[in-house]
């Protein structure tokens, strides 16, 4: 896997692939992508779609810690990925 950054058109694929049904999922992913958009390695970008082939009410048990990868989506990627879009809204200055 690669640290390398996530090519721009490969990007706006990613983008495209998290879009939702459920809107609190969306609101957390859109944070992440305003946070990270710039620094998406490779590795990350495969992390995120595996937490996208989850249905939404998974998804958003993981993204709340109500639950923690398991089985094949307990992978570093996906774990890094995960934190990343955990992390609480920053507070303005």
């Excluded at 993204?63 to 920053?90: F, I, T, Y």
Aim: one cysteine or more; a negative charge.
């Amino acid at each position: 896997m690669s640290d390398l950054a996530l090519d721009p058109r490969d990007l706006g694929r990613l983008k495209w692939r998290c879009r939702r049904g459920l809107l609190e999922n969306d609101l957390l992913i859109e944070r992440f992508f305003r946070r990270h958009e710039d620094t998406i390695t490779v590795r990350q970008a495969q992390g995120l779609q595996s937490l996208m082939d989850l249905s939404d009410h998974d998804l958003l048990d993981l993204l709340l810690s109500r639950s923690q990868p398991q089985d094949e989506l307990d992978r570093p990627e996906v774990r890094e990925v995960l934190a990343l879009m955990r992390q609480p809204p920053s507070n303005p200055s």
